[in-house]
């Protein structure tokens, strides 16, 4: 893991506006190749947001070259993570159209693809023929990655993927019905699958934040050949076992086989239980699925909120709460047993929550970023930390940053809300790093 949370890009990053002309001309589709050598690992990156994925295997080797991008931010005209990815990484095979307009013929071949596609609803309607099959605007989104593996000549042997934890037992009405459908795919275009639930801290980085990843490679790979044991594979030789530690004491394995075809499992898989049957780690190979809940065992260093604060003299008055300000927030954060009246309908209700910390302990990790972490207003979840000055303010751009491990001024040019929209729908780029150093070693 990168202990660096300081490093700067190096790029003397002038404000978004001052280039959409340029960029705009040259950011619809970049066919522009990024040139790489024999011994370099070739990445594709959809729904790449500011690089997340990128910024961590390159850290984790010089080898990993992104040779294709794309991202497209629906239903907006300014694409300010597009333009932000453009700007630090450069126009060289970046994409900035809506994927599904995206011939496979223009996507070259690659050792890797990856992506952190939106989650949203996966079930299968009616055929995989068409994207309007699927139900869900954004769970559509997952049958253009499956559009790329099925229809490219030279389809990537390796995938790595990021979704919310969430994923393993959406949706509610039929839980695990959604991972089901993404693992069977999967293995129906010739893949294994391994996941783990990871929350970052628990592994040493400055923010609790738990989502799902993917790692999956081909049936005829040299991954596959070297899972002899499912069990040992989840907890000790797997990618994601010598990335993230776990405990092997008293690890007990499912098993089960996913049945049917896509919209046979979309219809019936798991109907009418309770829990769903994906622990948080497993393994699928050729539909038959291995899965066990994992402890972490992790004995390295931990970094906190308090680590990564930049000095309060560097910091605008902005993000400084007024006096005033602070009773709004301790009430915003503080638990209510409240009535309250429904503006549309007039209805009276009672309502209830529990209170959140105020100010935000500088002790440990941070809470989860959310994309409305950005803006003045008083908020449940944004975080406040309490300065040696005995001052309240909110965490800037760069401090959003850092607890997802991108390099500071990493998205800068945008306003400050749109950045901390932006790393709040990123991902904690040291995770990548480690299954980017897991890959390197296993590939030398």
């Not at 690089?51 to 990993?64: H, I, K, T």
């Not at 992790?298 to 909120?305: A, E, I, S, W």
């Not at 993000?319 to 503006?343: C, H, L, M, S």
């Not at 300065?387 to 400050?416: K, Q, V």
Request: charged share 25%.
């Amino acid at each position: 893991m990168s202990e660096d949370y300081s490093t700067n890009n190096n790029i003397l990053c002038e404000p978004l506006a001052a280039y959409s002309t340029s960029y705009r001309q040259q950011s619809l589709f970049s066919d522009i190749d990024v040139e790489t050598s024999t011994d370099d690992i070739r990445v594709i990156e959809l729904f790449a947001g500011v690089g997340g994925f990128r910024v961590g295997l390159e850290r984790a080797s010089e080898r990993f070259k992104t040779v294709w991008n794309n991202q497209w931010e629906p239903s907006t005209k300014r694409q300010d993570a597009s333009a932000i990815y453009c700007h630090i990484f450069g126009f060289s095979g970046h994409s900035n159209v809506d994927i599904s307009t995206v011939d496979v013929g223009e996507i070259p071949d690659a050792d890797i693809l990856v992506g952190g596609f939106p989650c949203q609803d996966y079930s299968v309607a009616t055929s995989l023929k068409r994207s309007g099959g699927i139900e869900g605007k954004k769970g559509v989104l997952w049958w253009q990655i499956h559009r790329i593996l099925r229809d490219h000549p030279n389809p990537p042997r390796i995938l790595i993927f990021e979704n919310v934890d969430r994923l393993l037992g959406s949706p509610a009405s039929q839980r695990g019905r959604d991972f089901a459908i993404i693992l069977a795919s999967l293995s129906d275009l010739g893949y294994c699958v391994e996941w783990r639930i990871i929350n970052a801290a628990e592994y040493g980085m400055p923010q609790r934040r738990r989502r799902t990843y993917m790692f999956a490679f081909k049936n005829d790979s040299s991954f596959a050949q070297s899972v002899i044991s499912s069990s040992d594979w989840i907890t000790k030789d797997g990618i994601m076992a010598k990335a993230f530690p776990v405990s092997t004491d008293n690890v007990s394995i499912d098993t089960f086989t996913i049945h049917g075809d896509l919209s046979e499992i979309s219809g019936s898989f798991n109907k009418g239980k309770a829990h769903s049957p994906f622990k948080n780690a497993g393994l699928m190979m050729h539909r038959t699925v291995y899965t066990a809940q994992t402890a972490p065992a992790y004995n390295g260093p931990y970094v906190t909120l308090g680590d990564i604060l930049v000095p309060d003299s560097e910091v605008a008055e902005d993000f400084y709460i007024t006096d005033e300000d602070v009773v709004k927030w301790r009430y915003a954060k503080g638990g209510k047993k409240e009535k309250r009246v429904n503006k549309t309908t007039g209805f009276e209700y009672n309502y209830s929550e529990g209170a959140m910390a105020f100010p935000d302990s500088i002790d440990k990790p941070s809470r989860t970023i959310i994309t409305g972490e950005g803006g003045a207003a008083p908020s449940r979840f944004k975080h406040v930390i309490l300065t040696a000055s005995g001052r309240y303010r909110r965490l800037t751009p760069t401090e959003l940053e850092r607890l997802n491990m991108f390099p500071d001024n990493h998205t800068l040019g945008a306003s400050d809300t749109r950045r901390a929209f932006l790393m709040g729908n990123a991902l904690v780029t040291g995770i990548v790093e480690r299954i980017g150093v897991q890959i390197i070693q296993r590939l030398r």
